[in-house]
């Protein structure tokens, strides 16, 4: 396995609630920062996307940063040629996070940094990315 590519110094980590079912989102920088790309993984919640790992890319919707308005795309998504999952938006100068699930992707889910993160490895998560997309090759 190449350990070259570069990752992330954390795993970032958010809890959302799916009806009364917490879930946990988890964010990994991968490549250099200028390229704003991320693995993304969601777990705990019934859905086509739960326990999977894709590689994101950040497209920003406004021209001007600060306002912090993007989307993570991916077009890794079996079926799918773009797919926007992780939305950012700011709301009187606070970011608010949202998440559209693959089945009900007409329903944004708001997002909060987890209270008590878990210590993660970026490597494993980066690894079990790999050997997802080896499988599915």
Known sequence: MVRSQELGKYVEQYTGYHGSIPFTVKVLRIGEKANEEALIQISGVDDTLDGKIYKYKKEWQNSDTSLNKFIYVTNEIPGEVWYG???????WGNQTLTVYLYDTAETAIRIWPKETPVNLDPYFMYTNYRKQLEHHS
């Open 85 to 91: 999952i992780l939305h950012s938006d700011s709301n």
